[in-house]
């Protein structure tokens, strides 16, 4: 049974270009978190997703962030015009849903880079 | 705001002896705390939770303690091992979906 997925692991953006971050939960999986580790700090939340739906999006920035998890394919966080403050480590992490949302199992992190 | 504070950056012991990492948090709604173990370049992989019913679960060579009075929790490890050397996260739920992480603890436990 393979685990949460994400790619790429590493990517580099100039200030203003976007990045597209994808997560492929565990199968059997139908819900998605995204979290976000800044230098020094721990994760933070982002959004919560099922498929088709946000659950909560509490976490995210108002601008420039979206996150989808469509009915077929990986979950996407996307960040529009990408600033340097954005550099950080993303995890996703799933977990079974069904009132399971602890068991929540995390993928190795897209470090994103700022130029 | 912080509502989980690790206020230990590291944590050094040797290998055998005890390994306690600290956790505190101001929230008084949490009511599932877990920790959570990273290894460089890997994603955070759970090690041991426990509900705010309970003030102990042990787990082999893991037990966290919940003291709810003082908003504190701790896990201990015993013995400590050089392949616990990792950073622990300790992470605190009030049973929606925003888990709260602390910024972590590295531990080196030294051979």
């Known amino acids: 049974n393979a685990g949460v997925m994400q790619n790429p692991r590493h990517l580099v953006r100039r200030r203003g270009q976007e990045a597209r971050l994808r997560c492929s939960p565990m199968?059997?999986?139908?819900?998605v978190y995204w979290y976000r580790q800044l230098p020094e700090e721990g994760l933070k939340f982002m959004v919560y997703l099922q498929k088709e739906n946000i659950i909560d999006e509490s976490g995210m920035p108002k601008e420039r962030f979206s996150a989808e998890f469509p009915k077929e394919g990986p979950s996407i966080l996307r960040i529009q015009q990408v600033v340097r403050g954005d550099s950080a480590a993303y995890f996703c992490?799933?977990?079974?849903?069904?009132?399971?949302?602890?068991?929540?199992?995390f993928g190795p992190g897209t470090r994103l880079t700022v130029t | 705001d912080q509502q989980v504070k690790q206020n230990s950056p590291s944590l050094s012991v040797q290998e055998g002896r005890i390994s306690i990492l600290n956790c505190d948090y101001t929230n008084s709604m949490f009511d599932y705390f877990l920790w959570y173990k990273k290894y460089p370049a890997e994603g955070p992989t759970f090690l041991i939770s426990i509900s705010s019913i309970k003030d102990k679960n042990e787990d082999g060579r893991f037990t966290v303690f919940l003291n709810k009075s003082a908003k504190h929790l701790s896990l201990h490890i015993v013995p400590s091992q050089p392949g616990d050397s990792a950073v622990y996260f300790c992470?605190?739920?009030?049973?929606?979906?925003?888990?709260?992480f602390g910024a972590g603890t590295r531990l080196t436990v030294k051979p």
């Open positions: 992490a799933s977990s079974p849903g069904s009132g399971r949302t602890y068991e929540q199992y």
């Open positions: 992470a605190a739920s009030a049973g929606n979906n925003d888990m709260r």
């Open positions: 199968k059997g999986h139908s819900h």
